[in-house]
Structure formats: C-alpha cells, structure tokens
C-alpha cells in the first residue's frame, strides 16, 4: 500500500505542477529547472502527505482507536489523493479560477472527507463523529493549501 500512496502522491504532484503558469513559463526557460522544481514539488507533496496521515492516526489513537499505523497513514494517502484526481486534471486543462476547476474542488474536498472519515472510522472502530473529528484537522489544512489557495499560476 505505500507504493500506492507514493505514486499517488507523485502522479497528484505532476498534476497540480502543471496546472500551474509557472512550470510553463519555467519550462520555456528550460525544461530541466521546470522538472527539478516538479521533483522538489513531489518530494515536499509526499512527505506532507504522509505527516497528515500521521497526524490523523495520532488524533485517532488520542481519541480511542485502535487502527494500525501503516494502513491508517497509506490508506488515508490514498483516499485523499484519488478523491483529488479529478479536479487536478481539470486544473491541469483550465485556469485554476474557471468555475469546473472551483466546482471540482468542492465536489472531491466532500468526497474526500466523507470517505477519509469512513476509513477511519472502520480502520480504528470509532464512533462517527470522533471519526470526523480525527479527519477535520488534517482535512481542512489540506484543503485550505491545496485544493484553494489563495494565489493560482
């Protein structure tokens, strides 16, 4: 399961990066600063990945559950970065401010919340609502950085 969330991560990365004026304009420049910045990119996108699955298995621990770490932290990974797929193409083919992109955004942050509190919700054989209270923090600043921030290009 960590090969998956990795390679979500990395997929997600290249996707979000392109979507973005600044790798173009890099990439005229010279392609390889634009895919030595995309690698940076993936690196940071992996690893503050994996710290928000770790978060959500500490505050899901801290709130009674008794999941594992790896499935927890790769699982969480996943769900959250699949749910994102579409909107990142969208983003990749649109301006980031077109409303299918915000739309898209909205649709998968829902999606993506919902099925990142059934995961751990089963995965730690909590109640629903501290399953969403173990979700929300990770979830918001994952939404807030992500999915809608506040400069696009």
């Given at each position: ?23 173009w ?14 690698a ?43 749910t ?25 942050s ?44």
């Amino acid at each position: 399961m960590w090969g998956a969330a990795a390679f979500l991560c990395v997929l997600c990365g290249a996707l979000g990066t392109m979507g973005r004026d600044s790798f173009w304009e890099g990439w005229r420049v010279g392609p390889a600063f634009a895919l030595e910045a995309m690698a940076i990119a993936d690196v940071v996108l992996v690893l503050a990945s994996l710290l928000l699955g770790i978060a959500t298995q500490a505050i899901a621990r801290r709130l009674g559950g008794n999941g594992k770490f790896g499935p927890t932290v790769t699982l969480f990974v996943v769900v959250f970065w699949a749910t994102d797929l579409p909107r990142l193409a969208l983003d990749a083919c649109l301006p980031g401010d077109s409303f299918p992109v915000r739309a898209a955004a909205w649709i998968t942050s829902a999606f993506g919340y919902a099925f990142a509190t059934l995961l751990i919700r089963g995965q730690h054989h909590l109640p629903t609502h501290k399953a969403v209270a173990a979700v929300s923090i990770q979830m918001l600043a994952a939404v807030a950085l992500l999915k809608f921030p506040a400069a696009t290009g």
